[in-house]
């Protein structure tokens, strides 16, 4: 477990110090495009959800720490993990940010629950593996509907995908219900791995 805790706080070092030489995010941008209305509306209740539903479950690591921390960082980062991975893909982005990107999803998924946990109990707590197979479903999931959106008022695609990410492309909250339908079956799977295997104390 020593060997894993070293492994997994040296990846995240090298990737801060990839960032800080790498990564310039555009702020204004950033935030225009996070706040859509759309995407408010869908994530502010995930977000209260994720944070305060720990106390209904069987799950003692799941306090408002875990859920607010870990759905803060999901919703803040995974846009940018996810359409980065897919950017140095297609070849479009150098490798670097690749393991930029795979840090800060391993990171936000996983290693801060470890990390907080640790601090909190002393001790590496028994359900890191399970965590760390499940949250990063969810985290990809989160990141590939924070990249929905309408073209030209209808045509559905990835932000990801055109070379001005992340400026925003505007849509209202009540003509986005196609980038809402097409969520569906991400929201699904990532709810099936939050709420589906732990006990509900209801």
Do not use: H
């Amino acid at each position: 477990m020593m060997t894993y805790l070293s492994s997994w706080i040296t990846w995240c070092v090298l990737a801060a110090v990839l960032g800080v030489e790498t990564v310039r995010p555009r702020g204004r941008d950033v935030v225009a495009f996070l706040g859509a209305p759309w995407k408010v509306l869908l994530f502010a209740p995930a977000v209260f959800f994720v944070t305060f539903a720990g106390r209904f479950t069987d799950d003692e690591t799941w306090d408002v720490v875990t859920g607010g921390g870990m759905s803060g960082l999901t919703v803040a980062t995974a846009w940018w993990s996810v359409g980065t991975a897919v950017r140095v893909v297609r070849r479009q982005r150098p490798f670097r940010e690749l393991v930029i990107a795979s840090a800060v999803t391993l990171f936000s998924s996983s290693w801060f629950y470890d990390g907080y946990l640790l601090l909190r109990d002393g001790a590496y707590t028994r359900r890191w593996v399970g965590n760390l197979m499940l949250s990063p479903i969810i985290y990809v999931c989160a990141g590939l509907i924070l990249n929905l959106e309408l073209r030209e008022g209808t045509k559905l695609a990835f932000a990801f995908t055109r070379p001005d990410w992340p400026r925003p492309v505007p849509t209202r909250a009540k003509t986005a219900w196609p980038l809402l339908l097409v969520s569906l079956p991400l929201i699904a799977i990532a709810a099936y791995c939050l709420v589906g295997f732990v006990g509900w104390d209801l």
